[in-house]
């Protein structure tokens, strides 16, 4: 009777392993699925010449074409998501900073509070929010590139408040209290030893969100709204962006412009995977350095 | 060194676990080399030595715990009645083997109830009476019982660390193994409590086979009926208590018992 | 302003005008100067600059500035007191940081601003509204809350066991070796953008959904009373399982790092007492990452309650209360991405931005609890967690 409990308890747990092996298997096969998809269906056009510097067919034909791109959707992404990055990072680092260094009073802790649950809101809530009032009510705005980067820079700057406050506060402690007992004044240590200290984790986290909000297509729908032309004005006209031409052209009943969203999935999954590694391999180097140095 | 390393065939008869020339890594790196020892049966047998000498490697070894650690590797054997336990399955072998760790380690969502019938729960379920009983009867041989009768469905981490530690030792009772082995049981206690384990050992050897490492040897004086002495990795000596601290054979061995060294 | 005296100096205080000059001088003082020409650049509806700032980003930049000068004179009379060293870096990194409250302010503000029309029209009675017809300027949140709702819940029901599942293969099952590589793939998971998911959905997934999974689901489940209708493929159901393979590595990342954080000394409890692997997983490893996981799994849901562009696509896009799994729906997400643009009047726009200002509450409600939960399992730069 021993044995029989014995083999079946063996026999269950077994079970379990081969279980969780399959769900490892099941979670990763859409990874594999949709870049083979990706690769098959935009490999064709990713690569043919003049891609990635065209400007997308309008109004013509599967017949008529003869180049298409996505030349415009690149640059206006970019711009995007460069002047984002100019807001959201400066201001995101040192509310990061303030929400590390100073959380023991409840202030800071509020920040930091704040910080976190805004991460958790939905990006087409954030562009909900900036076409709100700029596009509803302010005169002198409209659809444009302006808010649209006002609109990823919301989203980024809780991302990166976060993950720079967890990157200080790895820190430890010891290092703060050496640098005050040298005399150094509570700024300069915070910024040049501490900060330098958590850099990689900061790094990471910017590239995070900068990552996050490259592939972001809801809240640039009705705040940049997307066009088809090289973008010319930052303020006053709609601006194109990788997602928002990958969503439009994926709804359209021309198999030529599926094919163009295709080869846009393809280069936006290059480019995430490529910065992915290169990130990862960046900040291992730097923190590598950091340690062997320090 | 040769003189006091027992050969298998030698007290064959009263041994109930046997090393023969057991060697265990940790990557390249052998903590033990070539240990052969025999541990009497019912009788409490410690082993002694300074730190790194690796007391705790071969008695993880006993239990098997020691392969389930990153990058290790066992050569040789240990017979528990004549039986390889590492030709067994580990599940049965640490199902007979059961072990006390240093640092009491309940299981910290449970009750005191359910940590000592942990190990029942196991294989099937038994009768509610029958738990019952097992966990009245193993906190009775652990001295705990009269301590927390009153309490026992209270959080396993709301006891003391003597108590818990006692809670660990009921727990590895209640799974009815044949040997017990605590890798220094009472390094995190308080002498009180030490006192109250030292004391529940005494008794406990009637019924079990029990192994001690320890790094304190006036407690090896004090508890054990064998003492087996180890210095980086080797087994230097072994025989019974009262020979090795007050006739040891090996200078090695007199000097650490007075003190020169560890 | 007086000179030191040596002979004061027994407390090694600087006098208090000394001190207060000088924070004047260093902080408080340019930061009133540029409050002053922002406010009279405002109110003389001037732009800034180049790129012609509007008003409104000039009115920011003068309520940040403002504070900053506040906090610059509050933290001068602090000094005093020895309480803040550093006046200046402590002004500007609190106005920041005040920035950031005043933007979460924002965001609740605004669209309770632009509910006003929707409220005025509908009242209270717009959250228990069952029909939503743009052509009858008659509105109601129901059939979204139905949509959110019915998604969000198939997206945990199916994501869980395999997020779980996959957890607990790389802490425990998978040989060391392996253990990154898995886990990099799922973090990779997670960085694929919303829009692809929605497009290979659409076109991978869709298809075999309306040809193979739900004519089966509808022959051998059909009794349940969920499946009626149709199989076309773009409905609640398809839109619930693209949602789950997005939130699994949020789970699967959360379970992984508490299953890791589980103190080797409880596993080897387990294993001491002869316990299977099974058994030490369940016995030692699980109970003790519980609310771990389940905030994780809250966290999860969050996602999913938000996430837009997948579901937009799949989704079937119809504004009414869904009668199966595989009806036409519409999330809130989904309402405000298809219908923001295309609208019947300003109304419309008003009861879409007050659908909004629910699910942000919602979000809002759900991420507090899940960060009560997961405690902030410190893990910079993992892409996961989001």
Redesign the interface.
């Known amino acids: 009777m ?1 044995f029989d ?2 083999a079946r ?2 026999l269950l747990s077994h079970s379990v392993a081969v279980l969780t092996g399959l769900a490892v298997v099941a979670v990763l096969y859409p990874l594999v699925s949709i870049v083979y998809e990706a690769a098959v269906r935009g490999g064709g056009v990713l690569f043919q010449n003049g891609f990635l510097t065209s400007v997308p067919p309008n109004g013509c034909t599967v017949v008529s074409c003869s180049t298409v791109g996505i030349g415009p959707a690149i640059v206006g992404s970019f711009i995007m998501v460069g002047l984002a990055s100019l807001l959201a990072v400066p201001v995101g680092v040192m509310a990061g900073i303030f929400a590390s260094e100073y959380r023991t009073r409840g202030f800071g802790r509020a920040v930091s509070f704040t910080a976190d649950v805004l991460s958790g809101v939905p990006s087409i809530i954030m562009g909900a929010f900036i076409y709100g009032y700029f596009v509803l009510y302010d005169p002198s705005s409209t659809y444009s590139g302006f808010t649209g980067s006002l609109a990823l820079a919301a989203i980024m700057i809780p991302i990166v408040v976060r993950t720079t406050e967890e990157a200080l506060r790895t820190v430890p402690n010891a290092m703060r209290e050496a640098a005050i007992a040298l005399g150094i004044s509570k700024w300069k240590m915070t910024l040049r030893i501490v900060l330098v200290a958590a850099l990689p984790g900061v790094a990471t986290g910017v590239l995070l969100a900068v990552m996050r909000t490259a592939g972001d297509a809801a809240p640039l729908i009705f705040t940049a709204l997307g066009s088809n032309l090289y973008p010319h004005d930052l303020f006053h006209q709609p601006m194109p962006a990788l997602p928002l031409l990958i969503f439009n052209f994926a709804l359209s009943n021309e198999s030529n412009w599926r094919e163009v969203a295709w080869g846009a999935t393809l280069f936006l999954l290059l480019v995430i995977l490529i910065t992915n590694i290169i990130s990862r391999m960046v900040i291992h180097r730097l923190s590598e350095k950091m340690t062997g140095n320090a | 060194m040769e003189g006091s390393k027992l050969t298998v065939e030698q007290l064959t008869t009263s041994s109930k676990l046997t090393v023969d020339r057991l060697t265990a890594y940790y990557g390249e790196k052998p903590a033990i080399s070539d240990i052969s020892l025999q541990f009497p049966d019912r009788q409490v047998t410690a082993i002694i030595g300074p730190s790194g000498c690796g007391k705790s490697t071969l008695i993880r070894c006993l ?1 098997r ?1 020691h392969e ?1 650690a ?1 990058r290790t590797r066992v050569e040789g054997r240990v017979l528990l009645d004549n039986e390889d336990i590492y030709a067994l ?1 580990p ?6 083997i ?2 006390v ?1 240093q ?1 009491p ?6 009750s005191i109830y359910d940590n000592v019938s ?2 029942l ?4 379920r038994p009768s509610r009476d029958e738990t019952d009983r097992t966990v009245v009867r193993s906190l009775e041989q652990a001295a705990l019982w009269e301590e927390v009768k009153d309490r026992i469905d209270a959080p396993a981490v709301s006891l003391s660390g003597g108590q818990q530690q006692r809670l ?1 030792i009921a ?2 009772l209640a ?1 009815d193994p044949e040997v017990l082995l605590m890798d220094e049981p009472c390094s995190a206690l308080d002498p009180i409590a030490t006192a109250k384990i030292e004391e529940l050992i005494g008794r406990l050897k009637h019924d079990y086979t029990v192994i001690i490492v320890t790094h304190n040897m006036q407690q090896a004086a004090r508890v054990a009926d064998y003492t087996a002495f180890l210095y980086l990795g080797k087994l230097i000596e072994f025989g019974p208590t009262e020979q090795v601290f007050e006739r040891p054979t090996e200078k090695l061995t007199e000097s650490y018992i007075t003190g020169r060294f560890g | 302003m007086e000179s030191p005296t040596p002979s004061s100096s027994s407390s090694n205080r600087p006098p208090l005008a000394r001190v207060l000059t000088k924070t004047l001088l260093r902080g408080a003082l340019p930061a009133f100067a540029a409050a002053i020409v922002g406010g009279v650049t405002y109110v003389q509806g001037y732009t800034l600059g180049p790129f012609g700032l509007s008003h409104l980003v000039a009115l920011w930049l003068t309520v940040a500035v403002a504070v900053a000068a506040t906090f610059g004179v509050v933290a001068g009379l602090a000094y005093v007191a020895r309480r803040w060293p550093d006046p200046t870096f402590f002004g500007v990194v609190a106005a920041v940081g005040l920035s950031i409250i005043a933007l979460a302010v924002a965001i609740v503000g605004i669209l309770v601003y632009n509910s006003q029309a929707s409220f005025r029209a509908f009242g209270w009675s717009f959250l228990f509204g069952q029909i939503w017809d743009p052509n009858r300027q008659i509105f109601g949140v129901v059939p979204f809350v139905y949509g959110t709702l019915i998604t969000s819940a198939l997206a945990l029901l199916i994501a869980l066991p395999l997020a779980l599942g996959s957890a607990i293969f790389i802490t425990t099952q998978a040989p ?1 070796w392996l253990r990154r590589p898995i886990g990099s793939a799922i973090e990779l998971l997670a960085a694929v953008p919303s829009v692809i998911y929605g497009f290979w959905g659409l076109y991978i997934v869709h298809p075999y959904m309306q040809l193979t999974v739900e004519p089966a689901l509808q022959k051998y489940l059909g009794w349940t009373g969920l499946f009626s209708g149709t199989p076309i493929g773009l409905d609640l159901l398809t839109a619930g399982v693209i949602l789950a393979i997005m939130i699994v590595p949020t789970i699967a990342a959360v379970s992984r790092d508490t299953l890791a954080a589980v ?1 080797a ?2 596993k ?9 692997d099974w ?1 030490t997983i369940h ?2 490893m699980l ?2 990452a ?1 609310s771990g996981i389940i905030g994780g799994v809250i966290l999860g849901l969050g996602r999913a309650l938000g996430e837009t562009m997948a579901v937009t696509m799949v989704v079937g896009n119809v504004d009414q209360i869904p009668t199966s799994l595989l009806s036409h729906g519409q999330t809130i997400a989904s309402l405000i991405a298809t219908e923001l643009l295309n609208n019947n009047g300003p109304l419309q726009i008003s009861a879409i931005l007050e659908c909004g200002l629910v699910l942000l509450l919602v979000s809002l409600l759900v991420n507090v609890v899940a960060r009560l939960l997961v405690w902030r399992v410190a893990k910079v730069g993992g892409g996961a967690i989001e």
């Open positions: 021993k409990r014995h308890r063996k | 239990n715990l389930t990153y399955d599940v049965r072998v640490r199902r007979r059961g072990m760790f640092k380690n309940p299981f910290v969502t449970m942990a190990a729960r196991f294989n099937g660990c727990r590895a799974a | 060391r103190p000394a409880q080897e409890a387990a294993l001491s007492l002869g316990a299977t058994e016995v030692a109970p003790y519980r």
